[in-house]
């Protein structure tokens, strides 16, 4: 499972990376554990201070910002097999409660969603699909959307498992 979160993290952060080539509408700064914290990721079974890093650990994993630095997004990224409206009603809870405004991007192996917790909250759980919005052309999107299934049917022998 590591193995794919870090692979789905790696496809948000290249797809991100493209909603800034191609619309021109924000700038995109990792920011999440992973990126911010990577000396204390290889020690975090090993640290006593379970708290702290905890909360680090809960971070969105990425910025969004406007070009003219004049608004932010914070979004945080899950994978999911399926799109399920109750658990992702719970996924935008929790994030919502430590960061009231931020994101969800969430990948699918049927699509990628991408809402504002609020809104996600509002909705029981519903969220907008990523294809067809003005983030990114639908093509940029099938192609990712296609990686991560291909690496969704990788061999396990290859020492990733999607459990």
């Given at each position: ?65 406007k ?12 994978y ?12 935008a ?71």
């Amino acid at each position: 499972m590591d193995g794919l979160i870090l692979c789905v993290k790696e496809i948000d952060c290249k797809l991100w990376h493209n909603v800034k080539v191609y619309t021109k509408e924000c700038l995109v700064f990792p920011y999440g554990y992973e990126n911010i914290t990577p000396f204390l990721a290889q020690y975090q079974h090993d640290l006593t201070v379970k708290e702290d890093l905890a909360a680090i650990r809960n971070t969105p994993d990425f910025i969004l910002m406007k070009p003219d630095h004049t608004q932010i997004c914070l979004v945080d990224v899950k994978y999911r097999k399926n799109i399920d409206s109750k658990g992702v009603y719970e996924i935008a809870r929790s994030i919502a409660k430590r960061f009231p405004t931020a994101w969800l991007f969430l990948a699918t192996l049927e699509a990628f969603y991408f809402d504002s917790c609020h809104k996600i909250i509002s909705k029981n759980g519903q969220m907008r699909l990523l294809k067809g919005s003005s983030w990114i052309p639908d093509q940029v999107y099938e192609d990712y959307l296609a990686l991560l299934r291909e690496f969704e049917t990788m061999p396990q022998n290859m020492g990733i498992t999607s459990s």
